[in-house]
């Protein structure tokens, strides 16, 4: 898609613009998680320059620009399974393999995401009135380790349904409750209706998500990016999955319930060992 647009606007650019296409052409793998400054930076141009540039190429910034090479990838679960086993029979998979993609998939996580926002969302959820979840796919097994973790602190957890049912749930979050969304690779409509309604009934939303560019991101309360790895390749949950555990860690730290709720679970699992031994 970048060739496509370059080749129609090629004629009228200057060389800075010629420069600053090359850039993104050079890094097309990374633009999901490029900002304006570290393009000015990688270029020595000024962010000024870096701002003019997107009109010229039929864009308001590169926000849009993200949104509609996201949109064109075009990728599907058979076109990444295809070529992530590709790349397995080529050059194997080995414990040094997995860890170089964990590394890398992470290194690009922190490239995004605000790690104030892992604080903002273990404080949001020890000031809720209740938490709801909505994990669907892949998501589904953090959902349920999440759930279970909080139990430990006090926490329950009310999952929430797909489909027409979710709107029984949603009549009941109000203000001061806590919803975690799940949203790998596309944004569901049950999604967009809680981030939706969260502006209307005043409860805060915390969205998981491998999307680096979509309008709707700006309605989340607070957004947890990970990386998945590329586009068109198997989409792993390592680094999900290491976010969740940070915030329950953080979370457990700051709870005052935590020690307690560890001495009411001793003392009950010693007084039914007998019926329920481990």
Known sequence: MLEEIYEKCREKLSKSDHRIFGYLLEHEHEIQMMTAEDMAKGLNLSTATI???WTKIGYRNLKELKLALYKNTGTTPFSRMDAALTRWRENGIS????MDRISSNLNRTFQVLDP???DKAAEALLNSNNVYIFAPDASYGLGRIFAYRMLRLGICVTELPGGSQIFDSMINIHKGDVVLL????RILKEVEALLSHAHEAGYSTILFTDIAADNILSDADIIIYSCRGE???YHSMAVPMMMTDIIIMKASQRSDKVLKKARE???????????LPR
């Open 51 to 53: 701002s003019r540039f």
């Open 182 to 185: 799940f949203a790998y690779s």
């Open 116 to 118: 104030e926002n892992l």
């Open 95 to 98: 414990p040094e393999m997995l």
């Open 231 to 233: 586009l068109n390749d």
């Open 265 to 275: 679970l001793e003392k009950l699992r010693g007084q039914y060992m007998n019926i």
